[in-house]
């Protein structure tokens, strides 16, 4: 029987890649503590340059406590369109390498080069390969992460950011993950982070000395994977098939809402976002859900789900607005509205008839 030869993953990651456009395209920005979001008092940070993290600024930290940590911030607006567009660049550029292509976003995916397409005699050289032709592309830096799965190459192409590439070789799988502190762990978010060590488990060495029946009682479904990963186990493939499962926008308010038709113009103006993204991809599904964050933060969400796909932008926005009436009226303001798609199937035939809009909604 013959040996199915090593995996050859590689994790690409461009580097700040929202705030690099920006200051790409702007040399005035270049040097300079960069967020991309809006500055206001509901503004929330989508992406910072590495000159602002520098000083504690990240994604999804609020504009406020960003100017705070960093009063010489400079915001810029997000131009998503224009991401889009050096995103398909990048995966141009991927595709000269493999045909096994899994993206994780915009700027990051899992390429299995096993294959070889390319003709390069290891896996290190294609991702130097790969990062050259990004540079020359697009004129930004990516970093890579070099592994024989998943789950290694992802935290290798942390391991030497920004502008570099870091490799896993089998012989030291293992031995690494135990060095490395559970908080970098994929799959291992701050608040499991934080029960680990709780647990006393604290970096890869104490995750592989549990059992897997502590795990278990500790972690539930989750138990397997965590006893993987302690082992840099994770057979996981490349999957460039894989199905997004979900379509949804959100906006937090300039102030919190009382007003019925303000809150309702905000869901319709999310509605209509995310039929955008439905009409590009023709993904249309059974499920929308609208979720509204309170002032003091409380969210709740309220799910309509049919036994047709939604069709239609009208179809989408009257859920929309349906779901987000079953709230009204508010008792405190609502600082934050969100819409939903989901349950992706595939489109009935047309008979001319009307589709049913939806049963009754479910609370969360």
Known sequence: ?????????????????FASVEQRDDPALR?????VGHPGARGVVAAASYEAREYGVKSALPSVTALRRCPNLIFVPPRFEVYQQVSRQIHAV????????????LDEAYLDVTGNKAGLPTAWITAK????DILRATGLTASAGISYNKFLAKIAS???????QFAVTPDMGAAWVETLPVGKFYGVGPVTAAKMKRLGIETGADLRAQSLDFLRRHFGSSAEWYYGIARAQDERAVNPNRVRKSSGSETTFDRDLTDESEIEAGVLNMADDVWSWCE???AFGRTVTVKIKYADFQQVTRSRSQ??????????????????RSV??????????????SNFAEVPERDGGQLAIFAEPVAA
């Open 1 to 17: 029987m013959v040996a199915e030869p090593i995996r050859k993953i590689i994790h690409v990651d461009m580097d700040a890649f």
């Open 31 to 35: 040097g300079l503590p960069v967020a």
């Open 94 to 105: 991927f595709g000269r390498y493999t045909d096994l292509i899994q993206p994780l976003s």
């Open 129 to 132: 390969a790969i990062r050259a």
């Open 158 to 164: 942390d391991h030497r950011k920004p502008n570099g």
């Open 280 to 282: 590009r991809r023709q």
């Open 307 to 324: 036994p047709i796909v939604v069709m239609t932008r009208e179809h989408l926005r009257q859920a929309a607005v349906d779901l987000v």
């Open 328 to 341: 009204f009226p508010a008792a405190k303001g609502i600082r934050l509205v969100g819409v939903t798609v």
